[in-house]
């Protein structure tokens, strides 16, 4: 009697077990795939977040090289010797557009590096708007220009490491 007695407890502790373990087993993948889930979905917030700032400088860029745009510049309050290039109300969207896709980026970044390279290619854009603001079109310097592309391609690169991609060479002309 003593035996079967113990018997059933060794196997109420052994089912027991079982069933604590089994919880905890499940517990910690539900733990697992909600993590997954949720760096799937911040990664995905963060790519369209990059294709919208990349977008909007595009359009920025596209407009201040525009041929009947119209831009002025004054010098910079707090910067020493830079230029803020200021845009009438035909050119106030895309410059609006653009700030609002750096603030995007700043906000669903997880990375510094990405955020600073976001300001850098945004600060090159407005070198070009403001030395537009007293040159024609054509006659923007090749300078800031490859300083533009070089700010975005490391714009690029911060944001491809953040998302868990690999950073592109350097594929601009020479």
């Given amino acids: 009697m003593a035996v079967d007695v113990l018997g059933t407890?060794?196997?109420?502790?052994?089912?027991?077990?079982?069933?604590?373990?089994?919880?905890?087993?499940?517990?910690?993948?539900?733990?697992?795939?909600?993590?997954?889930?949720?760096?799937?979905?911040?990664?995905?917030i963060?790519?369209?977040?990059?294709?919208?700032?990349m977008r909007s400088l595009?359009?920025?860029?596209?407009?201040?090289?525009?041929?009947?745009?119209?831009?002025?510049?004054?010098?910079?309050?707090?910067?020493?010797?830079?230029q803020m290039p200021l845009f009438d109300s035909a050119g106030r969207p895309y410059k609006e557009s653009l700030e609002a896709a750096l603030m995007a980026v700043r906000l669903v970044s997880s990375r510094l590096e990405t955020v600073r390279a976001c300001i850098g290619t945004v600060a090159a854009a407005r070198e070009v708007a403001a030395?537009?603001?007293?040159?024609?079109?054509?006659?923007v310097p090749s300078n800031l220009f490859e300083a533009l592309w070089a700010a975005e391609h490391e714009f690029l690169n911060a944001a491809r490491i953040e998302v868990d991609l690999p950073a592109l060479p350097d594929m601009r002309r020479r």
């Fill in 9 to 44: 407890s060794i196997t109420g502790l052994v089912a027991l077990v079982g069933v604590a373990l089994g919880g905890w087993l499940s517990l910690r993948n539900q733990d697992r795939m909600w993590k997954r889930d949720h760096e799937r979905h911040w990664r995905d």
């Fill in 58 to 82: 595009r359009s920025y860029v596209a407009f201040v090289v525009e041929g009947d745009t119209r831009i002025d510049a004054a010098p910079h309050p707090t910067i020493p010797g830079e």
């Fill in 46 to 53: 963060r790519l369209r977040t990059y294709d919208d700032f």
């Fill in 131 to 139: 030395a537009r603001a007293t040159l024609p079109a054509g006659s």
